[in-house]
Every structure is written in structure tokens, then in C-alpha cells.
């Protein structure tokens, strides 16, 4: 007679673990990049010189700052939410990675319509003739946008069959341990000791 073949073991890509793990790492990725420069500014040199300009991406395009943060939040509250709720992060969080990317394209679009405002500022002029260019700072962010959107879609997809513990379970752990004569560790014993329980008896 055939042995049973033992049940084979959630894949990696499929864990709690894994994928809240790969979104964080993503949502702090697309964060840190904004805090490098983004788009570099050369301007045609008249009577007055005017250094160039290097726009940092938290200041080129706030709103991916911002979204990372969102993201960032919406991951780990995953971590801790129900199956309704987190069902709701994951898509706040798979909102936020499309809404980077989409600011982020346009940036690479048009350099210089993103560098607009900060040019006025240098400058003290609006419309000022600049030379902008892209760094590749806003590639790597849209590659961690990506990654952070297919972390997102898989914990819609697997997110529902993700176990949620709580302080009940582990008190229904602590029971079921009593019930069967298992030894309590020292934490089970000092939680039986603050209820008013003898955990020697």
C-alpha cells in the first residue's frame, strides 16, 4: 500500500510573510528615490549666469511621495486585517502603486513641464528657457511602483485565505492546552496567575 503524500506547503510568493514584506520593501523604495534628484536643469547662460538646477523627486512630483506613504501604511495594515478589510488595503494599496507610476510616466513625459514650477522659484521668472532632463531615479521608481502592484494584486488574489490570530485564539490555545494536560510555558502561567487561577493546581 502506497504511504500518503504528506499536504505540500503554501509556495513563498503565496505567504502572508512574503507579500506584505515585498510591499513594504517596495512602498519604502519608491519613497527613498524621491529623496534623490529626479530631474537635472541646465539654462541658457545670457548676461546673467544661472547655475543648474537638480530637483529632488519629493519636489518634482509630491504626490508619489505621498502615494508611498498611503501604500506603505495600506501594506502593513494588512498585516493585522480581516478578510473584508483586507481586501480594502490591498486595494488602496494597488491604487496607490498605479497612481505612482501614472505621475511618474509624466514626469518622463515632459522633464521640463515638471520642473516648471521649480524653475520659477530658482529663477524668480516664470518661463524661463531650461534644458530639463530625467535622472533615472524615476525608472527605478516605476520598476518598485510594479513590483509594489503585482505584491498588491497578489494579496487581493490570496489575501482571503490568510489566517488572522488574535488574543482569543491564543487564549483558546491556552485552554485547549489545559483540557488535554499539555505543560503551560511561563506566559500561560502568569496569564492564569492574573486572572486568579493556580496554574500548579
Given at each position: 500500500?502506497n504511504?500518503?503524500r504528506?499536504?505540500?506547503?503554501?509556495p513563498?510568493?503565496q505567504?502572508k510573510?512574503?507579500?506584505i514584506?515585498?510591499?513594504?520593501?517596495?512602498a519604502?523604495?519608491?519613497?527613498g528615490?524621491?529623496?534623490?534628484?529626479?530631474i537635472?536643469?541646465?539654462?541658457?547662460?545670457?548676461?546673467v549666469?544661472?547655475?543648474d538646477?537638480?530637483?529632488?523627486g519629493n519636489?518634482?512630483?509630491?504626490?508619489?511621495?505621498?502615494?508611498?506613504?498611503v501604500?506603505l501604511?495600506?501594506?502593513?495594515?494588512?498585516?493585522?486585517?480581516?478578510?473584508i478589510?483586507?481586501?480594502?488595503?490591498?486595494?488602496?494599496?494597488?491604487?496607490?502603486?498605479?497612481?505612482?507610476?501614472a505621475?511618474?510616466a509624466?514626469?518622463?513625459?515632459s522633464?521640463?513641464?515638471?520642473?516648471m514650477?521649480?524653475?520659477?522659484k530658482?529663477t524668480?521668472v516664470v518661463?524661463?528657457?531650461s534644458n530639463?532632463?530625467t535622472t533615472?531615479?524615476?525608472?527605478?521608481?516605476i520598476v518598485?511602483a510594479?513590483v509594489l502592484?503585482?505584491?498588491?494584486?497578489l494579496?487581493?488574489?490570496?489575501?482571503r485565505?490568510?489566517?488572522?490570530?488574535?488574543k482569543y485564539?491564543?487564549a483558546?490555545n491556552?485552554a485547549?492546552?489545559?483540557n488535554?494536560?499539555?505543560?503551560?510555558?511561563?506566559?500561560d502561567?502568569?496569564?492564569?496567575l492574573?486572572?486568579?487561577?493556580?496554574?500548579?493546581?
Amino acid at each position: 500500500m502506497n504511504a500518503r503524500r504528506p499536504t505540500s506547503a503554501t509556495p513563498a510568493w503565496q505567504r502572508k510573510s512574503t507579500l506584505i514584506l515585498l510591499a513594504v520593501v517596495a512602498a519604502l523604495a519608491v519613497f527613498g528615490t524621491t529623496t534623490q534628484t529626479w530631474i537635472h536643469v541646465s539654462f541658457a547662460q545670457g548676461p546673467v549666469q544661472q547655475s543648474d538646477l537638480n530637483i529632488p523627486g519629493n519636489k518634482a512630483a509630491v504626490a508619489v511621495s505621498a502615494l508611498a506613504l498611503v501604500a506603505l501604511a495600506g501594506a502593513l495594515a494588512a498585516t493585522i486585517a480581516g478578510k473584508i478589510a483586507r481586501v480594502i488595503t490591498g486595494a488602496i494599496v494597488l491604487l496607490g502603486a498605479a497612481g505612482i507610476i501614472a505621475v511618474v510616466a509624466g514626469i518622463l513625459a515632459s522633464p521640463s513641464d515638471a520642473a516648471m514650477a521649480q524653475v520659477g522659484k530658482a529663477t524668480g521668472v516664470v518661463g524661463v528657457a531650461s534644458n530639463a532632463s530625467t535622472t533615472w531615479f524615476p525608472v527605478a521608481a516605476i520598476v518598485a511602483a510594479a513590483v509594489l502592484a503585482v505584491a498588491a494584486a497578489l494579496i487581493l488574489v490570496f489575501g482571503r485565505r490568510w489566517s488572522v490570530k488574535s488574543k482569543y485564539d491564543a487564549a483558546a490555545n491556552r485552554a485547549a492546552a489545559v483540557n488535554d494536560g499539555s505543560p503551560l510555558d511561563e506566559i500561560d502561567s502568569w496569564d492564569s496567575l492574573s486572572r486568579g487561577d493556580d496554574p500548579t493546581l
